[in-house]
Antibody, heavy 122, light 109 residues
């Protein structure tokens, strides 16, 4: 079964750092892009960025460029989303997602992680 | 960046109704358009991709159409399980860059 399993919920204070993870299984992890999507409480979906684990090619939405870092460790089939200094406005659910195709263009996201809730509060 | 605008933002309907949600892209995106359904507390679910291709396992009462800048999602006969929020998403660019619409919340009348 193809699946993405995300790390558990986090509660952090403003200014702290954080790295959340997304582990892929049941497919060739290095052959598919993995994207990250933010959903703030009661709000819509926002695409943050995407990484190709095969060569670590990474693209960011202009809205998130410089705010987060996306990375991957292909040896353990895991993608990451990290912050160096969290803000209260980073409080949100974060999803990782895999597109339909390993070829170009990769297409829509058909496989989603279960989501990681990040709460930033003093 | 390509912007996606959905309408309406929210909508009330009854089971058995036929409903249509529209999505407009700020520039032409050919047929690189997907629709997702999201229920509270759940991850989004892919319904339609390539503007009109039904994802495996999705009921045939869902359909999509359009190309270029204007797209529609139609639910032909609303069922109780269809009350949810729907999002369009473009994936026109390569290297991949995606944009979601703001969402349409479909509520029971």
């Amino acid at each position: 079964e193809v699946q993405l399993v995300q790390s558990g919920a986090e509660v952090k204070k403003p200014g702290e750092s954080l790295k959340i993870s997304c582990k892929g299984s049941g497919y060739s992890f290095t052959s598919y892009w993995i994207g990250w999507v933010r959903q703030m409480p009661g709000k819509g979906l926002e695409w943050m960025g995407i990484i190709y684990p095969g060569d670590s090619d990474t693209r960011y939405s202009p809205s998130f460029q410089g705010q987060v870092t996306i990375s991957a460790d292909k040896s353990i089939s895991t993608a990451y989303l990290q912050w160096s200094s969290l803000k209260a406005s980073d409080t949100a659910m974060y999803y990782c997602a895999r597109p339909l195709y390993s070829s170009s263009p990769p297409g829509a996201f058909d496989i989603w992680g279960q989501g990681t809730m990040v709460t930033v509060s003093s | 960046a390509i912007r996606m605008t959905q309408s309406p933002s929210s909508f009330s309907a009854s089971t058995g109704d036929r409903v249509t949600i529209t999505c407009r892209a700020s520039q032409g995106i050919s047929s690189y358009l997907a629709w997702y359904q999201q229920k509270p507390g759940k991850a989004p679910k892919l319904l339609i991709y390539a503007a009109s291709t039904l994802q495996s396992g999705v009921p045939s009462r869902f359909s999509g159409s359009g190309s270029g800048t204007d797209f529609t999602l139609t639910i032909s006969c609303l069922q109780s399980e269809d009350f949810a929020t729907y999002y369009c998403q473009q994936y026109y660019s390569y290297p991949p860059m995606y944009t979601f619409g703001q969402g349409t919340k479909l509520e029971i009348k």
